[in-house]
C-alpha cells in the first residue's frame, strides 16, 4: 500500500508533513503494559504511523477488561495481552516492526525490553512498574511519559531531559495511590482513552524532535476538566537530582 496515501491527511497537518511522517516511520516506542491505556497508544501510534512498536505486559485477557481494552474480545479471554495486541497491530498496518515481551518489566528485563526504543510509555497500572521505567530511562537519558488512570480522571507527564522525573514529583512512599489505583476506585473507560491520547501526542512530539515542556496534565472526563501544572526538578531526587547530564537521548 502507498505510504503518502496512507497518510495523506495526518501528513496534511502541520506540525507533522511529510519529513515528519518519516521520521514517525522510522521510530521506535516501547508501550509497557497492555491495558487500558496500552491499547489505546498502540493503536494510535500504529495508526499515526510509527515504524516500530514493542509491547510488554505478562497478563491474560479477562471479562472485566473488555469494556476498556479496544483490542480485545471475548474469544480472547485467557490469551496473553502482549502476543494478542502485536496480531491486532499487525493486521492495522503490516509494515510496522513489531514485538511482543510477554513479561514484566523490572530492572532485570528492562535492558531487553526496552532495547532500540527512542520513547518509553508507561501504560501500567502499578506504581513500582512506574518507578523502574523512571530509573531505567533517566539513567539512559531516554524520554517517557507517564500516564496513569482512575475513576473518571486521570494523570500525564513527560519526563524529559533537564525536567523533573517521575519521583520528583511522586517520592517513593509518597505515592498517589488515590488517584492510580483503579482496583480499588475502578475506571471509566473514557478514562484511559483521553490519557493515552494525550501521551501518545507528546510521545509523537518527543520523536520529531519538538520541544515537550515538562507539564503535569491533570483530568477529569466526568467533570470536563482539564489543568495542568507548572512541576518543579527537586534538586535531592535520588535518580535525577544534581544530574544535568542524564536526558541528552539522541537517537
Avoid at 496500552?38 to 512498536?53: E, K, Q
Avoid at 511482543?100 to 530492572?107: C, E, H, I, N, W
Avoid at 530509573?135 to 539512559?140: G, I, L, N, T, W
Avoid at 482512575?150 to 488517584?179: H, N, W
Wanted: proline fraction near 4%; charge should be negative.
Amino acid at each position: 500500500m502507498g505510504f503518502l496515501e496512507r497518510f495523506e491527511r495526518q501528513i496534511r497537518v502541520h506540525a507533522i508533513g511529510e519529513a515528519g511522517q518519516r521520521r514517525l516511520r522510522g521510530s521506535s516506542v516501547l508501550i509497557v503494559g497492555c491495558g487500558a491505556l496500552g491499547n489505546n497508544m498502540a493503536s494510535l501510534l500504529a495508526r499515526a504511523g510509527v515504524g516500530r512498536i514493542a509491547v510488554c505486559d505478562p497478563d491474560v485477557v479477562e471479562l472485566s477488561n473488555l469494556p476498556r481494552q479496544t483490542l480485545f474480545f471475548e474469544d480472547d479471554i485467557g490469551k496473553g495481552k502482549a502476543e494478542l495486541t502485536v496480531q491486532r497491530l499487525k493486521r492495522i498496518d503490516a509494515d510496522i516492526e513489531l514485538l511482543a515481551y510477554p513479561q514484566r518489566f523490572d530492572a532485570s528485563t528492562a535492558e531487553l525490553i526496552a532495547r532500540g526504543a527512542d520513547v518509553i510509555l508507561d501504560a501500567t497500572d502499578n506504581i513500582d512498574a512506574r518507578y523502574a521505567i523512571n530509573e531505567f530511562a533517566v539513567e539512559r537519558g531516554l524520554p517517557w511519559v507517564f500516564a496513569g488512570v482512575a475513576a473518571t480522571g486521570g494523570l500525564v507527564m513527560p519526563v524529559v531531559c533537564g525536567g523533573p522525573c517521575f519521583e520528583c514529583i511522586y517520592p517513593r512512599g509518597c505515592a498517589p495511590e488515590l488517584v492510580l489505583n483503579t482496583s480499588e476506585y475502578g475506571v471509566l473507560n473514557t478514562a484511559p482513552a483521553f490519557a493515552a491520547t494525550i501521551a501518545s501526542t507528546i510521545a509523537m512530539k518527543l520523536l520529531l524532535g519538538d520541544e515537550v515542556v515538562p507539564r503535569l496534565i491533570s483530568f477529569d472526563v466526568w467533570d470536563q476538566m482539564f489543568e495542568s501544572f507548572d512541576v518543579a526538578r527537586d534538586a535531592n531526587c535520588r535518580v535525577c537530582g544534581g544530574s544535568d547530564d542524564k536526558g541528552n537521548h539522541e537517537k
